[in-house]
């Protein structure tokens, strides 16, 4: 089973900050890795699929890399309505696996 | 669009089992797969299985085997998750979601998800 690790678990910031979160992998996942994000009470929102492919209509605030066993999300000139839970998804085997998340409040 | 609607929350008592039923609308149910994840308490998401509605192949987690079983429903464009000998740490909010890949094969991970079904085990 591969071991999504995600840091940090929390993190505050005020809007116009750059935000970086990490996911590193187990084992070698080439770029089989997919961000996500959920708001209070909602359902998970696909942001990026295969480490690097934002999602249409996602501003372009958001950015991905990462490729192998090292993945980072970045969040530029973050704004209010980004406040929320990141997490990640391995889908390179079975089972799937999922980083534990990073929850992201804004001042 | 996409979308799923899921069942309403359960609560079931130590050793009993639960169906969550998943209704999909807004593209072709068949050519899908759909998985099954959940979220306890405090913790991160966890899959659970998912079908391959047009084959009926499902995958499980190796952890669940034997207690789960996921169906589908094609007339009704609804998948179902049943869980059985339900115990305290199977308390969570339980998703379906549809893959990105149009084969079972291997997986893309999920695009759209449910709206989630809180299932509480408690005696």
């Known amino acids: 089973e591969t071991t999504l690790t995600q840091s940090p678990a929390f993190m505050s910031a005020t809007p116009g900050d750059t935000v970086t979160i990490s996911c590193k992998a187990s084992?070698?996942?080439?770029?089989?890795l997919n961000w996500y994000h959920q708001k209070p009470g909602g359902a998970p929102v696909l942001l990026v699929q295969?480490?690097?492919t934002l999602v249409p209509g996602l501003p372009p605030r958001f950015s991905a890399s990462g490729y192998g066993t090292d993945f980072s999300l970045t969040i530029n000139n973050i704004e209010s309505e980004d406040a929320a839970y990141y997490f990640c998804?391995?889908?390179?085997?079975?089972?799937?696996?999922f980083g534990l998340g990073t929850n992201v409040e804004i001042k | 669009q996409v979308q799923f609607v899921q069942s309403g929350a359960e609560v079931k008592k130590p050793g009993a089992s639960v169906k969550v039923a998943c209704q999909a609308s807004?593209?072709?149910?068949?050519?899908?797969?759909i998985h099954w994840l959940r979220q306890a308490p405090g913790q991160g998401f966890e899959w659970v299985g998912g079908?391959?509605?047009?084959?009926?192949?499902?995958r499980y987690s190796q952890k669940l085997q034997g207690r789960l079983t996921i169906t589908t429903d094609t007339v009704a464009r609804t998948a179902y998750m049943e869980l059985r000998s339900l115990r305290s740490e199977d308390t969570a909010v339980y998703y379906c979601?549809?893959?990105?890949?149009?084969?079972?094969?291997?997986?893309?991970?999920?695009?759209?998800w449910g709206q989630g079904t809180t299932v509480t085990v408690s005696s």
């Open positions: 979601a549809k893959d990105l890949r149009t084969s079972f094969v291997s997986s893309f991970g999920m695009d759209v």
């Open positions: 807004g593209y072709t149910f068949t050519s899908y797969p």
């Open positions: 079908i391959d509605p047009g084959n009926g192949k499902t």
């Open positions: 084992q070698d996942i080439d770029d089989d």
């Open positions: 295969d480490a690097t």
């Open positions: 998804l391995q889908h390179d085997y079975f089972p799937l696996t």
